[in-house]
């Protein structure tokens, strides 16, 4: 049973960096696609980010483009979110997923496996 537990968020101030990480155990971690999403108070679930299980193919949405950027270390088993740049409206539960197959998609009901979340606040 794959599962998946985020970490690195936290409090930081407009225009600073973070980096998520998605470890994940059970098993490997190169059969799946893997997504990032976020989920504000009162808003719905939303897709950031995503990459292919070999990691040849990332997805942004439009909102974090240019400021966030997607990577896997298969060997480690673990993707990574490394977000700059950021804005007071990042502010969100950031959750990472996982799809079995090689590409998915940024709609969360894709996905099939997820974690427990990150706090990642931003203040302006």
């Known amino acids: 049973q794959l599962q998946l537990v985020e970490s690195g968020g936290g409090l930081v101030q407009r225009g600073g960096s973070l980096r998520l990480s998605c470890a994940a155990s059970g098993v490997s971690l190169g059969y799946y696609a893997i997504g990032w999403f976020r989920q504000a108070p009162g808003k719905e679930r939303e897709g950031v980010s995503c990459?292919?299980?070999?990691?040849?193919?990332?997805v942004y949405a439009d909102s974090v483009k240019g400021r966030f950027t997607i990577s896997r270390d298969n060997a480690k088993n673990t993707v990574y979110l490394q977000m700059n740049s950021l804005k007071p409206e990042d502010t969100a539960i950031y959750y990472c997923?996982?799809?079995?197959?090689?590409?998915?998609?940024?709609?969360?009901?894709?996905?099939?496996?997820w974690g427990q979340g990150t706090q990642v606040t931003v203040s302006s």
């Open positions: 990459i292919s299980s070999t990691g040849g193919t990332t």
């Open positions: 997923a996982a799809l079995w197959g090689i590409v998915g998609g940024l709609r969360p009901d894709e996905y099939d496996y």
